[in-house]
Each structure stands twice: as C-alpha cells, then as structure tokens.
C-alpha cells in the first residue's frame, strides 16, 4: 500500500503502475504459438490463469502520515519511506505541532506492523535537532534501532535512514562510506589506500583533538575554523569561510 499526502505523487504512482501493467501484457502476447502450445500441454487447468496469480501492484492511499496511519493492527510485515519523514518536522498551522504528529505517526505504525518486522525510513534533516526529535519519538513509543547515515562527509550523497525494529538486541545495518570498492574480503584494515584507526582510543582522541590557542590567547585560523564548523553542526547560524578568515587586523592608530 503507498501512501502519500500529495495526489500529484499518486497520479504519477498510478501512472507508473498502468505502464508496468501494459508493458507486461505485451510481452506475454509476444510468446510464439509453439510456446503457447506447450503450456497448454503441460496443464490446461493453467491456462488463461497467469495473470490472476500475478502478485497485485499494490493501493495506493491519500493520507497525512501526521495523523495516524487507517490499518488494522498487526497488518505489515515492514515499511519503507523515502523523504517523507522530515516534513512531519514543520507546521502550516497551528493546531500542527511537530512532536505530537510525530508521537501519532511512531504510534500508529508501532501498531500496523506484526511484530518482527522492520522498518527503513530515508529522510533529510534540516538540523541535528530535527534527527534528535524523530529519533526520540520512535523510542518513546517502543521502537528499537537508531540513525545511519550514509557517507557522512559528503554534502550532496548523505543520506540519514531511521531504521527501526522490535527486538532490542537486533544489530543496525552497516553505513555506506564511499570505500566499499577498496575493501576486498572483509579485510578493512588491510585495504589498500585506507587509513585505519588506532586500535588505543586516547591516540585517536589526540589526534581528533580540536586546535588549541596560542600561548597568548590569540586564536588561530585553524581553531576559528574548528569552532565553525562545530556551530554549524548544531545548526546556528554561522558566517561563510572567506580568504580573510583568521587574517589579523591592522592595528588601530
């Protein structure tokens, strides 16, 4: 079953569905007679039956997430979501609270799926604070799992996935860093032109450190660029790096 808030997304949807359907009906009547003769010889019982053992498409539903999901319980053995999560994160009118719409959705689909099953959900936070508020209602309603985020230092293929269960001691799926290709066998730490990690954490501490200050105070252009960017993650509003960033001033007459 899809669901979506928008109808243009269905009708596209839909769209897409017919096309499947109609690309599969001619290829069915392509076969040559000779094929055809040989399924009726196999089973005639069979016969003119395939299309009504084909899987079904699927619904297609028009529906706010926000306020619930119309399923009976226990109907779903998982659900997949692909940018649709983040908009619950915004009001357009006040009777609208993010939280609650978030608390009602969480609830409702803790509700629709049988137990064992999954859940994947692929959004975009506009802030860390969004990713905390989301990750925070699926725990408080019994959800278990967490964030992954695929290739984290990219700008343009990061994605955040809310990947959910029902059993605490299910482990989360790996995140993609972009180095899968240089990794042969499972052999990580040998893998050619990759850096690994010391296996002591306060040598990996040191070496993460942020930049310190000169002896006299002074900032450096490393430790105000560091500051930054550690502003930037948690999404205050922070001036751009320029060429005279960190540059010292004239002194004043």
């Not at 009547?29 to 010889?41: H, N, T, Y």
């Not at 954490?201 to 900032?219: D, H, I, L, Q, T």
């Not at 205050?236 to 005279?244: A, C, F, I, L």
Request: charged share 30%; net charge positive.
């Amino acid at each position: 079953v899809g669901c979506d808030v928008s109808r243009d997304m269905l009708n596209m949807a839909n769209e897409r569905i017919e096309q499947k359907r109609e690309e599969s009906q001619n290829n069915d009547g392509s076969s040559s007679e000779e094929d055809s003769e040989d399924e009726s010889m196999k089973g005639q019982g069979n016969n003119g039956s395939k299309h009504a053992t084909e899987p079904s498409p699927g619904d297609l539903l028009h529906h706010d997430m926000g306020t619930g999901l119309p399923f009976r319980p226990a109907t779903f053995d998982g659900c997949i979501s692909i940018s649709a999560l983040q908009w619950l994160c915004y009001s357009n009118s006040k009777d609208q609270v993010p939280k609650r719409r978030l608390m009602r959705f969480f609830g409702a689909l803790y509700r629709v799926l049988r137990r064992g099953a999954r859940a994947v959900l692929q959004f975009y936070p506009e802030t860390s604070e969004h990713a905390i508020l989301i990750s925070e209602c699926a725990a408080r309603v019994g959800f278990a799992g967490g964030i992954v985020v695929d290739y984290p230092n990219s700008t343009k293929a990061k994605k955040h996935y809310l990947v959910l269960s029902f059993e605490r001691a299910t482990a989360a799926p790996v995140a993609l860093t972009g180095m899968e290709g240089a990794l042969l066998n499972g052999e990580r730490d040998q893998a050619a032109g990759v850096r690994v990690a010391d296996k002591d954490p306060r040598k990996a501490g040191k070496r993460n450190a942020a930049p310190k200050k000169r002896k006299g105070g002074g900032k450096t252009k490393e430790w105000i660029v560091h500051k930054k960017e550690t502003q930037r993650k948690k999404g205050k509003d922070t001036r751009k790096d320029t060429k005279y960033t960190g540059r010292k001033r004239p002194t004043r007459f």
